[in-house]
């Protein structure tokens, strides 16, 4: 004879269910919820370093191009290194470069470069600026422009405003 403990053991459901599929779905969504932000914040700060590594590449190819001129001697018809576009210093332009204009076409997606020739600031748009901080706050574009730096005897592409991504 079957004992009452066996039998009520044997009637009982083994399933999973509806309230354990509600905890299981809960667990995954929060979850997801901190891996998507983890990625969200890991893609922002790709996109800073790609940023900061074009504006160091910009930056060796000006020392180029002075030191270039520096050797050719000086010559008073050519354009100061301050005027011009600093995109044409370097062998490839970015990949995400869109060229010299006024404004910004609207078809453009965020995280392109441009050359506002009426400024002469070489700016950029990021797609992801959650943790960006630009001194002023009203636009969300980096500007730069090649200036002569105080504490070198050369010039550099430096930003117009300072900011702090990260």
Do not use: C
Not at 1 to 30: C, I, N, Q, T, Y
């Amino acid at each position: 004879m079957e004992s009452v403990a066996r039998r009520r053991w044997r009637d009982k459901s083994h399933g999973f269910g509806l309230v354990d599929l509600a905890v299981a779905l809960a667990l995954l969504a929060a979850l997801l919820y901190f891996l998507l932000d983890r990625l969200l914040i890991m893609q922002e700060m790709a996109e800073k370093t790609e940023m900061e590594e074009t504006v160091r590449s910009i930056n060796y190819a000006l020392r180029l191009e002075a030191a270039s001129r520096l050797a050719r001697g000086s010559d008073p018809r050519r354009t100061p290194l301050e005027k011009e576009n600093p995109i044409k210093w370097l062998q490839t332009p970015p990949r995400n470069y869109l060229g010299e204009m006024s404004k910004v076409p609207d078809y453009a997606k965020p995280a392109y470069w441009y050359f506002q020739p009426e400024e002469r600031q070489l700016i950029y748009r990021p797609n992801r600026a959650e943790h960006l901080k630009i001194e002023g706050g009203k636009s969300r574009e980096l500007r730069f422009a090649v200036r002569a730096d105080a504490n070198l005897a050369q010039s550099s592409l430096l930003p117009v405003l300072p900011y702090d991504w990260f």
